[in-house]
């Protein structure tokens, strides 16, 4: 049964960092595209970031460029979102997603229509 586990979420400072982990079970990382959404209270879920299957491209929402970077450990069926100079508008609980119905294109790898598994999330807080 394929499963998607999340960790890493707290409460940091603003300017902190934070590594956020996808855990998948059940399948093989090569064989998905994975992505990482969040949604803050009242919000739509909004893509973050995304990682194609053979790990040969990545997309990041305007919003996190320059600050979030995402990657994948295959071995240990782990996918990462490190996240650096954090702000409070980055507060929301954090989903990782899975999907493997289409070839890797930027134009959806950020949109959560897309995605067919979905993780619980971990909550990331930014206050002071």
């Known amino acids: 049964q394929l499963q998607l586990v999340e960790s890493g979420g707290k409460l940091v400072q603003p300017g902190g960092s934070l590594r956020l982990s996808c855990n998948a079970s059940?399948?093989?990382?090569?064989?998905?595209?994975i992505a990482w959404f969040r949604q803050a209270p009242g919000q739509e879920r909004e893509g973050v970031s995304c990682i194609s299957r053979n790990g040969a491209n990545t997309n990041y929402a305007d919003s996190v460029k320059g600050r979030f970077i995402i990657s994948k450990d295959v071995a240990k069926s782990t996918v990462v979102l490190q996240m650096y100079n954090l702000k409070s508008e980055d507060t929301a609980v954090y989903y990782c997603a899975a999907t493997r119905r289409y070839a890797y294109r930027d134009q959806w790898s950020l949109n959560r229509n897309y995605y067919d598994y979905w993780g619980q999330g971990t909550q990331v807080t930014v206050s002071s």
């Open positions: 059940g399948f093989t990382l090569n064989d998905y595209h």
